[in-house]
């Protein structure tokens, strides 16, 4: 069936160092994608958002990289700080109206 | 502008009962989806609304259900609760109007926690 899935569960990365979270997804169909953002008790919050006519997308410090060959997204987080600490989603939507989320991966950052 | 207001926060309910969530869309969103988020299952799309009408509806039993009214907002009610329904419930709007597609925006969710 359909999935998103994500490679590392729990990322650990140095405060200052840039950040990597990798995510599969599996219905070659799906045209947007999303990153989210969520912190412990609250809701998901948008980050990055990329279109399937695009393989990269620049935000504030953040890029989402998009490779439709082998249907995988990426999230690069630069100077990661302290605040980026939470779980990252990956989500695909393929015009159903609805939206299929990875499991997440936690990001840590060490001071 | 206000985002997505769910209610209630936290609510405690007991095996065979019912519940009853609403959510409030930013203002001018017509489409209103809801998700449950479990650790084990992560989160599960359940049903999405726009102008009234479900266009889709996830892999949950007919326990769970929905509707939306004409000012968007929109509630989902569990019956016959089991321990399993314990979950943090989302709910997200988005501007979408089925001519393409647009980010979802979410509340802080309705934690339940069915004993």
């Not at chain 1, 990329?50 to 989402?64: A, E, L, P, W």
């Not at chain 1, 082998?70 to 695909?92: N, R, W």
Request: glycine share 10%; aromatic share 10%.
């Amino acid at each position: 069936g359909e999935s998103v899935g994500l490679h590392l569960p729990t990322l650990s990365v140095q405060e200052g160092d840039n950040s990597i979270i990798n995510c599969a997804y599996s219905n070659s169909a799906s045209d947007y994608f999303i990153w989210y953002k969520q912190e412990s008790g609250k809701g998901p919050q948008f980050i990055i958002d990329i279109r399937s006519n695009m393989d990269k997308r620049q935000g504030q410090r953040v890029t989402v990289l998009l490779n439709k060959t082998v249907k995988h997204l990426s999230l690069q987080i630069a100077a990661t700080q302290p605040g980026d600490s939470a779980v990252y989603f990956c989500a695909e939507n393929s015009g159903t109206y609805k939206y299929i989320f990875g499991t997440g991966t936690r990001l840590k950052v060490l001071a | 502008k206000a985002g997505v207001t769910q209610t209630p926060r936290y609510l405690i309910k007991t095996r065979g009962q019912q519940v009853t969530l609403s959510c409030s869309p930013i203002s001018g969103h017509r489409s209103v989806s809801w998700y449950q988020q479990t650790p084990g299952q992560g989160l599960q799309f359940l049903f999405e609304y726009f102008s009234e009408t479900q266009r889709n509806k996830g892999n949950f039993p007919g326990r769970f259900s929905g509707r939306q009214f004409s000012n968007s907002r929109s509630e989902m009610n569990v019956s016959t609760l089991e321990l399993g329904d314990s979950a943090l419930y989302l709910c997200a709007s988005s501007s979408e109007t089925g001519s393409d597609t647009g980010e979802l925006f979410f509340g802080e969710g309705s934690r339940l926690t069915v004993l």
